[in-house]
């Protein structure tokens, strides 16, 4: 079995068993099958592609802080919180680098500005409608979904970049991501906001996200008009459930 293929089976296993255990309330087991999966994603990255270029490396730069978030989140405590997000904000850092180098030219939010507006507009009626319930995390909450939302339209960039299809898997999963992120700030900070079966939402949404992501920055070609060279002959991440 190819390695990158070995790391996916592993990936989406342990995604399940993590969803699996949220779902039968076994969040115990949750300190064995949540901290690995990013690691295990990162590994398909990895092996598909050993010779990471810049876009590639923060790439998986983004998803081993995601791994330090993960990990910390485990906890319940304001101080778990706080150290989570701030590992999620250098991973969130690592995308937007990552998206900015993926390709050159303009993209679709540089051509239509107004489309970053509507992201904007998004995180503002968020905020607005979380801001009564944030206390003492407010200074953590905003500026953190400020670049959540900063990130998501740095993907929805890679249009016009990158080939259609990993440009819609990027900017898609960032989307998710933001729903993901959402969801977490509604279940904590007001759970009458919050959409039954919260936790296993949030998981399932940002698992989806990260593989989107992976799978389309990983697997990106620049469009057949712009391509100078041959394609990178490494394993492409969408046959590997990844």
């Known amino acids: 079995m190819r390695a990158p293929l070995a790391f996916a089976i592993a990936y989406a296993a342990l995604a399940v068993a993590d969803l699996t255990a949220i779902a ?27 010779r990471l270029d810049r876009a590639r490396r923060l790439l998986v730069a983004a998803l081993l802080f995601s791994v330090a978030g993960d990990t910390v989140l ?8 706080i150290g989570g997000t701030a590992a999620f904000a250098l991973s969130h850092l690592a995308y937007i ?3 900015t180098l993926a390709a050159p030219g303009k993209g679709l939010v540089q051509q239509r500005p107004w489309l970053a507006v509507l992201y904007g507009l998004a995180w503002g009626i968020t905020t607005a409608i979380l801001w009564p319930h944030l206390g003492a995390l407010t200074a953590v909450v905003v500026p953190y979904s400020l670049l959540l939302t900063t990130m998501a339209a740095f993907a929805l960039n890679l249009v016009g970049r990158i080939e259609r299809r990993s440009a819609i898997f990027v900017a898609a999963g960032a989307a998710i991501y933001m729903s993901s992120d959402t969801n977490i700030a509604f279940g904590r900070f007001d759970p009458s906001l919050a959409p039954p079966h919260v936790d296993f939402l949030i998981m399932l949404t940002y698992l989806l996200a990260q593989s989107l992501i992976a799978a389309g920055i990983a697997g990106r070609r620049q469009p057949l008009s712009r391509r100078g060279s041959l394609p990178d002959r490494g394993l492409n991440l969408r046959t590997t459930g990844g």
């Open 74 to 81: 485990l906890g319940t405590s304001d101080a778990a919180f």
């Open 24 to 50: 039968t309330g076994h969040f115990e087991w949750r300190v064995v099958t949540k901290p690995p999966l990013m690691v295990l994603l990162a590994g398909v990255v990895v092996t598909a592609y050993p």
């Open 97 to 99: 680098a990552c998206f």
